[in-house]
């Protein structure tokens, strides 16, 4: 069982059905954004990361309420699992009133004070520093709380990487960096853009530890990032995290994929986390019957939550101004 494993005593309590259940509600809710996307219903593009739910799910699992996540453009699963609601999430994405950031963020900027969930953007590796400065605040406040910051492989060849990593470790920051290495940046093969066979072993340039985890396995991400959040909230400093993972969809809508085969794509769609847990929650003893309800009432309320965006106003012109300098003021 989830309780069995290393985790946070606040999460102990969530079953592998409750596990299953969030990552059904992550493939759901991007399979619906990307019907929406196809109608043009979605302003600007989105980067969906169905198949690569298990990472941030296990990294929830592996956190307390409270931790902060610095997601990137491809962030929708993070934001739900960190607790953003179907309909704050899917009002973002339509850009009404109803989103998290009131649709002035849309999908790449999902953000919750509240729950920790910094806003996503776009700029590959700019989550990076921006988590080693929360951790900072948290350390210089006396603030029990870890950040976990997800980046894809091909971040992990951009200076702010490096000066990130550097930065953590010499000042023992509670910080994991979280690597998708889910062997593409866009288009381009991960084997083209760096020499190295494990992304993880670039820990050791910053004399921190670097673990490389199956990321499509949600127990086996959570355990491990389990292991890197208590060693980062008991004054030990930053770890890499290197999850393998894969996205079953293209980077963005319209792309042709012309830089992989179908094979392949087929070989990781195999591993997909979502089926695997499901076969472990088979093999509890679970009933098929519950689950069965379970993804029904996951669906029922992705349906509801879809219905209720697609029926709300945008946001109004006037209030154009609000909430610029305090939403920005994040709590010291
Ligand atoms: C600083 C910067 N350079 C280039 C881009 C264009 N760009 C957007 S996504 C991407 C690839 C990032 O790949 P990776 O870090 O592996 O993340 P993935 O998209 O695979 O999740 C690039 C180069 C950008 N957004 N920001
Ligand atoms: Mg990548």
Redesign the pocket.
């Known amino acids: 069982m989830v309780a069995a494993m290393n985790l946070s005593a606040a999460e102990a309590g969530a079953t592998r059905l409750d596990t299953y259940a969030s990552m059904v509600g992550i493939r759901g809710f991007e399979e619906r954004a990307q019907d929406l996307f196809s109608r043009s219903l979605i302003r600007g593009s989105i980067h969906l990361g169905i198949g690569q739910e298990a990472v941030a799910v296990g990294a929830r699992l592996a956190s307390r309420p409270g931790d902060l996540v610095v997601p990137t453009y491809r962030g929708h699963a993070y934001a739900l699992a960190w607790g953003m609601s179907f309909d704050a999430a899917f009002g973002e994405l339509l850009g009404r009133v109803t989103g998290c950031c009131r649709g002035r963020g849309g999908s790449k900027h999902f953000a919750d004070r509240e729950k920790g969930i910094l806003p996503g953007n776009a700029i590959v590796a700019a989550g990076l520093p921006i988590g080693c400065g929360t951790a900072l605040a948290d350390r210089l406040d006396k603030r029990d709380r870890v950040t976990i910051v997800p980046f894809?492989?091909?971040a992990t060849n951009q200076a702010a990487f490096h000066e990130a990593l550097n930065l953590a470790s010499v000042w023992s920051l509670p910080v994991v960096f979280l690597c998708?290495?889910?062997?593409?940046?866009?288009m381009t093969p991960?084997a083209n853009t760096v020499r190295i066979e494990r992304l993880s072993d670039r820990a050791a340039a910053y004399g921190m530890p670097g673990v490389q985890v199956d990321g499509m396995d949600v127990e086996a991400v959570a355990a491990v990032v389990g292991e890197a959040v208590d060693r980062a909230r008991s004054g030990g400093g930053p770890t890499l995290v290197e999850a393998l993972t894969y996205r079953f969809c293209g980077h963005m809508p319209g792309d042709t994929e012309p830089y992989r085969t179908r094979e392949e794509v087929d070989r990781w769609r195999e591993r997909d986390p979502i089926t695997s847990q499901r076969e472990r929650i088979l093999r509890d003893g679970l009933d098929v019957a519950e689950i069965a309800l379970r993804e029904k009432s996951v669906e029922a309320a992705l349906a509801a939550a879809e219905g209720a965006a697609l029926a709300a106003p945008a946001p109004d012109a006037s209030d154009i101004a609000l909430g610029t300098p305090e939403w920005m003021e994040w709590e010291r």
Not at 180 to 186: A, F, I, P, Q, S
């Open positions: 894809g492989d091909g998708e290495n889910n062997l593409y940046g866009e991960l």
